[in-house]
């Protein structure tokens, strides 16, 4: 019999020997590859996708699905250049109302998947065409009205992305949310809950579980991820696209498979999801490297997914199969009638 | 004894239908109480009502004398009234302390669990019940007897006063439900009291202190401990004797259509199965659990892969895939009914129709007409209640779900091979009698019937021939005469007592 911990620690080594055969192959044949500075600017965009992927990991694990955290980065991000640009308002209020934003937002995506029964997939669709519009209200126009984009001068909001010789320590935002998000997970009586209800919804509410209180948690947590994301990125790149974010949903949602998230939920952590997204990102580094065109780098993504999924529904059909091998004794005696 | 439970004039209807009239149900404190009933006749009903899960119509429940209110499974819980449903409620990526505590963790400040602890008074539990697990095993990696035995603990950790019990041996094996029993008059021992829903009489028997019987929604009588008898009970759940005809064995016509199966090996488990079953003639596959016999028959309808050996039905090869062996007029009635074999939102007649439709084309269209006869003959074949061609099938009672099943391969024409696996689990004892009767006509009619069944004294009823399992290899192959139940179990467990007879 295996216990819970050999399972997932197997999953685990498979995608960190995934981006171990990565890390050989680009360093075997792209030299500046394996240099601090690359491993670094490789840490720091992780950190972006990375902290997407942390939130939806938990929405995943809830049994449920978030294409709305793309939207709800660029929105945060457009607060803070906003702010930044137009107020005085010092640095950690603004961070304040950009991550308040973002809780906002994903409040909404639970109350509208629990209190008006729609699905997920629908919900997040549709708000995250909401939440980009908003971001395209927020935005910057000149005197015609035109769309621009302005950078940010402010040298203090732009230190939160800042750099120690060739660290960043925007990485740091990322890791500290993935051993957050993974005690979160096991050492709290919410972490069991969003396993519980992503594992059997009906069990979870006959076992007394609030169950739409710790859906719409994830949904808030998946914002928080988000918003904090929006952040780092603003003061990485110091403006906003109005596309920004846009397609990001998705990569994060890939790395989370990667990690070994099922998609079906109850399963994995934010370690795994960590493993994952260094997978992604290294994935798209890579191709970058090579100067292989963007549809190669699309069409990975796909490929990838599909691969991880079939070998996680192969995986564990055989972990079932062996233990299935129940042998229940004799059969029993009929009733006297 | 003192009165601890007391449900009076207990109503509830569906949809304008009435399902329970006005049940009163009472339950001592330290008693083992049974329900009993056809189904639907709406025991399962009466539990969701007490724990919460749907809100009753009208009628009062009392604890200890006291008025209570039951809104949600929460207020019944801190009632110390719990439930260990029919289907379970476990969460199986968790492990069992997990899921023990689940709904009730011990904590530090609301927020951060102390695992330590948890694990501590789990293994307790675990020690004093003398139960075979350990809290960190994974659930989905346990059995179903061990799955309850979970649920178990997670009602005595919330120290319940009443613990009810929905068909809970419906998938445990005899020595499973032993070890339960011990369980359940140990908890009556230390003061708990037991609500016990099954169809087994026998066990009804063996436990009960009362037996409480209910009948199309009314209880029809409170026996206690000395006036239970077999006959008495089932007049007076279904209103009417069954009388027991003798068994027969019949022997096939010379003529006889034949299936016959050479050395059917499988990747994983059989292992060069062989026999022969003929039409008249019932063949009844016993053995344990595990022991490959719901693989022979998902082989033989091309559901499972096997990788040598033959199936041949009167000298020509079947096909390999289940459309087209369910064209050849061969049907299966799958064990797991719930997952396998009803599309739960489909209402009576679609779920009926569907291995139906080659026989429902009017010219380019299904007839809306026909389908609508197809499942009408369906539920009256087996008397499913409701009786209500459109319902659909999630909300019939368990039993009758099953029925639906068995019902919708009897619609075939031109059934020639019907293949069972477990036909009468959950199923009361008026509905079984109409099963064996209706697989009894279908092989008289020249039908090929294989019936897996883990009930012993079922397979001595209805088969002619029976055919012991052991490890994914035939162990023997017996005429249905003067066997006794000891000779199955005791093949099934590798000791042959009769020589083999192959006479045929
Ligand atoms: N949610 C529901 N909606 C509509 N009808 C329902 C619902 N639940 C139960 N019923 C009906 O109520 C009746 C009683 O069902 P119940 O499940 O209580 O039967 P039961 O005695 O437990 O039977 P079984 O032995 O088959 O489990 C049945 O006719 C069933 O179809
Ligand atoms: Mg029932």
Same mark, same amino acid.
């Given at each position: ?25 680009? !360093? +075997? ?7 601090? @500075?690359?491993?670094?600017? *490789? ?31 660029? *929105? ?22 950009? *991550? ?38 927020? +935005? ?67 076992? $007394? ?33 109005? !596309? ?14 990667? /990690? ?15 493993? /994952? ?10 191709? #970058? ?16 997914? *599909? ?31 | ?28 404190? /330290? ?6 009933? &056809? ?22 429940? %009392? ?52 695992? =330590? ?71 009556? !021992? ?14 009804? #028997? +063996? ?31 279904? $209103? ?54 719901? &693989? ?19 000298? &020509? ?5 289940? @459309? ?44 809306? =007409?026909?389908? %609508? ?42 059934? =020639? ?76 467990? %590798? ?10």
């Amino acid at each position: 019999m295996k216990s819970k911990i050999d399972q997932s620690v197997i999953r685990k080594l498979v995608s960190l020997s995934m981006v171990v055969i990565m890390v050989a192959v680009f !360093s +075997a044949t792209a030299q500046s590859f394996l240099t601090s @500075r690359n491993i670094f600017s *490789v840490l720091r965009e992780v950190s972006v996708i990375g902290l997407l992927s942390i939130g939806v990991t938990f929405v995943i694990i809830g049994g449920g699905i978030d294409i709305s955290t793309g939207a709800i980065m660029a *929105v945060s991000a457009m607060i803070c250049s906003r702010l930044v640009n137009m107020t005085l308002m010092p640095i950690w209020l603004i961070v304040c109302i950009a *991550v308040g934003a973002g809780i906002l937002c994903g409040l909404i995506n639970g109350l509208l998947v629990t209190k008006l029964k729609m699905s997920e997939l629908i919900t997040t669709f549709a708000t995250m065409f909401i939440y980009r519009g908003i971001v395209y209200m927020l +935005a910057f126009r000149d005197e015609d009205g035109r769309l621009i984009t302005k950078a940010i001068t402010d040298k203090g909001f732009l230190t939160i992305a800042g750099k120690w010789g060739n660290f960043y320590p925007m990485t740091l935002v990322w890791i500290a949310a993935v051993v957050i998000g993974y005690l979160l997970l096991k050492k709290t009586k919410l972490g069991t809950y969003i396993y519980a209800i992503g594992t059997d919804r009906k069990a979870a509410l006959f076992s $007394g579980i609030k169950v739409d209180r710790i859906k719409i948690a994830t949904f808030i947590i998946s914002g928080i991820c988000a918003a904090t994301a929006g952040v780092l990125l603003v003061a990485w790149q110091a403006s906003v696209a109005l !596309s920004s974010g846009s397609g990001m949903e998705f990569q994060a949602i890939a790395a989370a498979v990667v /990690g070994g998230i099922a998609l079906a939920g109850g399963r994995g952590d934010t370690i795994g999801t960590a493993i /994952g997204s260094i997978f992604m990102v290294m994935l798209i580094n890579g191709i #970058y490297k090579y100067g292989l065109p963007t549809e190669i780098q699309t069409i990975t993504y796909g490929v990838v997914i *599909v691969i991880m999924s079939v070998f996680d529904s192969i995986y564990f059909r055989a972990l079932n199969k062996r233990n299935q091998v129940t042998k229940r004794a004799v059969g029993r005696k009929g009733e006297a009638s | 004894m003192n009165t601890l439970l007391q449900m009076i004039g207990i109503e509830k209807s569906f949809s304008g239908v009435k399902v329970l009239k006005g049940v009163d149900f009472t339950v001592g404190e /330290g008693e083992i109480h049974g329900l009993m009933g &056809e189904n639907g006749a709406g025991k399962s009903t009466l539990i969701k009502i007490l724990t919460g899960v749907y809100p009753g119509n009208s009628g009062v429940i %009392r604890m200890n004398g006291k008025e209570i209110f039951i809104n949600s499974r929460s207020d019944a819980m801190a009632n110390g009234i719990s439930v260990i449903y029919q289907e379970l409620s476990l969460i199986p990526t968790l492990t069992v302390m997990e899921n023990i505590f689940l709904g009730q963790e011990l904590t530090f400040g609301k927020v951060f669990l102390k695992k =330590k602890e948890m694990h501590r008074r789990a293994e307790q539990l675990i020690e004093k019940c003398r139960f075979d697990i350990k809290p960190d095993d994974l659930v989905e990696t346990l059995c179903v007897a061990k799955r309850q035995t979970v649920e178990i603990m997670k009602s005595l950790l919330l120290n319940a006063k009443l613990i009810i019990m929905d068909e809970p041996t419906a998938s445990l094996n005899a020595a499973e439900s032993e070890n339960l029993f011990k369980i359940i008059r140990n908890l009556k !021992s230390q003061g708990t009291s037991i609500v016990y829903i099954s169809h087994r009489l026998e066990e009804i #028997y +063996a436990m009960v202190d009362r037996l409480t019987i209910l009948r199309d929604g009314a209880v029809v009588g409170v026996l206690p401990r000395e006036q239970i008898d077999p006959v008495t009970v089932v007049r007076m759940m279904i $209103g009417k004797c069954l009388d027991c005809a003798e068994h027969t064995v019949h022997d096939a016509a010379s003529e006889a259509a034949v299936l016959e199966v050479t050395n059917l090996c499988s990747e994983t488990l059989l292992d060069h199965v062989s026999f022969r079953a003929y039409g008249g003639q019932i063949l009844g596959i016993g053995g344990l659990v595990g022991s490959g016999r719901s &693989e022979v028959l998902r082989s033989i309808f091309g559901l499972d892969h096997y990788t040598e050996g033959s199936i041949r039905y009167n000298g &020509e090869a079947l096909p390999r895939s289940a @459309r087209e062996v369910s064209r050849y007029g061969i049907g299966l009635v799958p064990e797991d009914r719930r997952n396998e074999g009803l599309i739960p939102l489909l209402n009576i007649v679609e779920n009926m129709a569907l291995p139906n439709y080659d026989q429902l084309y009017e010219t380019a269209f299904v007839s809306g =007409k026909r389908e %609508r006869q197809l499942g009408m003959r369906g539920i009256e074949s087996l008397s499913i209640r409701p009786g209500d061609p459109n319902i659909r099938c999630i909300n019939l009672s368990g039993g009758n779900q099953q029925k639906v099943v068995i019902s919708k391969w009897l619609q075939r024409k031109d059934l =020639k091979v019907l293949l069972v696996d477990e036909p009468t689990a959950g199923i009361d004892v008026g509905a079984k009698a109409e099963i064996y009767e209706i697989m009894r006509r279908l092989a008289n009619q020249g039908c090929i019937v294989i019936v897996v069944t883990s009930d012993v004294e079922e397979l001595i009823k209805i088969a002619d021939q029976i055919l012991i399992m052991v490890d994914g290899k035939v162990f023997q192959q017996m005429r249905n005469e003067n066997l006794t139940q000891d000779d199955i179990l005791l093949a099934a467990s %590798r000791i042959k007592r009769k020589e083999p007879d192959h006479a045929n």
